[in-house]
């Protein structure tokens, strides 16, 4: 299925925020759906792009990707209980619908993406008050002179730092931590095996080849966050919940698998 408005063109990895969409979307159409997203299914009749035919209909993979998303979810919405006033800060943040999943009417919401992302973003989800884009990569850190720290920070970067050289993922949560003490930050990695296959081309099925992933972090790393800075502390990881049956019976097992997937939620200590 495609829409019949926008017709992006986007590079590789830009293109990733259309795949993501595309899956948020199938499993929202689905009357037993993990995550309900209005939004995302919105969109994906407004952008005229052949999703179907680029990306194929899995129910499974849009099932696993709308759960990671609720984990995603869970923490900000937990952020937002503890500072209602705060400010979400999506890196990355393509055509992530969050803002409108669990909003509570008072939060501010940051998205920051490369320039051509970001114009799609922009005409697709105008922004308004609380809700701005900024056009700048991730690792450039002038989009932390648009943050307001004052009612606190939560900064979110899911399906991004996979594409990001692993030197450059420990710069920028050092420079997050450092910027934003008292904050907390909620990113997700996939496992060592995945990013090497991902950087040999090895990653890909009759519809999509997936870009090269640098960085990958089993899922019993996750401690070694706190070795980019200081500040780092109160690293744990979010597990997916609920789903259908099968998948819902596995995730608890899948636990216990070092090579895995993970979400990981961390906080930055006070200065």
């Not at 995302?40 to 005229?48: G, H, N, P, T, Y």
Request: with cysteine; net charge negative.
């Amino acid at each position: 299925m495609s829409g019949g408005g926008e017709q992006p063109e986007l590079g590789q990895v830009p293109e990733t925020a259309l795949w993501t969409l595309w899956h948020r979307a199938v499993e929202a159409r689905r009357p037993d759906t993990v995550l309900p997203d209005p939004v995302a299914v919105e969109l994906v009749e407004r952008i005229d792009y052949p999703f179907a035919v680029r990306f194929g209909e899995n129910a499974l993979v849009s099932q696993l990707q709308a759960l990671r998303a609720a984990c995603f979810d869970r923490e900000v919405a937990d952020f937002l209980i503890r500072c209602p006033r705060g400010t979400v800060v999506g890196l990355g943040d393509g055509l992530e619908t969050q803002g409108w999943r669990v909003d509570n009417g008072r939060a501010n919401w940051l998205s920051v993406d490369l320039p051509e992302i970001a114009e799609l973003r922009r005409r697709l989800l105008p922004p308004d008050e609380r809700h701005r884009i900024v056009a700048r990569s991730a690792t450039d850190p002038g989009w932390m002179d648009e943050v307001d720290p004052a009612n606190g920070v939560l900064i979110s970067a899911e399906g991004l730092l996979m594409y990001l050289r692993p030197q450059e993922v420990r710069a920028l949560i050092a420079a997050c931590a450092e910027r934003f003490p008292g904050g907390a930050m909620v990113l997700d990695a996939v496992p060592r095996w995945f990013s090497r296959r991902a950087v040999e081309g090895k990653l890909r099925d009759r519809y999509y080849q997936a870009p090269p992933m640098p960085f990958g972090m089993d899922a019993d790393e996750r401690d070694r966050l706190a070795s980019a800075h200081p500040r780092v502390t109160d690293i744990r990881e979010v597990y997916p919940e609920g789903g259908r049956r099968p998948l819902s019976a596995l995730l608890p097992l899948a636990r216990w698998i070092k090579q895995r997937p993970s979400v990981v939620a961390l906080r930055f200590a006070e200065s």
